[in-house]
Nanobody, 120 residues
Framework: VQLQASGGGLVQAGDPLGISCADS????????MAWFRQAPGKEREFVSV????????SYADSVKGRFTTSRDTAKNTVTLQMSSLRPEDTAIYYC??????????????WGQGTQVTVSS
């Protein structure tokens, strides 16, 4: 598995949690990296994206101000720091390589998901 997500778990509402995605082959250091999530019974939705340089980010309105994405090129990882978690944030979170920072549908590669469960 080239993109491996980790760090998910069970937390209470209001708690923080960080999840990471590692690029084991260091293939996508020059690509935008995104996070998506899929809740039970719902379609997968965009969460965040970070540019290849790490200087530009964009977020879904539902997580803006609560989630922060970053990347560490030296460690080949992308991280999503989540705060003030809500039960509606419960989902499987997937990292992905995008071909275009502005086109969230242009996914080149999906990573494995990690489950995040927020209890009320």
């Amino acid at each position: 598995v080239q993109l491996q997500a980790s760090g998910g778990g069970l937390v209470q509402a209001g708690d923080p949690l960080g999840i990471s995605c590692a690029d084991s082959k260091r293939t996508f250091v020059n690509y935008p990296m995104a996070w998506f999530r899929q809740a039970p019974g719902k379609e997968r939705e965009f969460v965040s994206v970070i540019s290849k340089s790490g200087t530009t980010t964009s977020y879904a309105d539902s997580v803006k101000g609560r989630f922060t994405t970053s990347r560490d090129t030296a460690k080949n990882t992308v991280t999503l720091q989540m705060s003030s978690l809500r039960p509606e944030d419960t989902a499987i979170y997937y990292c992905a390589v995008l071909l275009d920072f502005s086109n969230y549908n242009d996914v080149y590669l999906w990573g494995q998901g990690t489950q995040v469960t927020v209890s009320s």
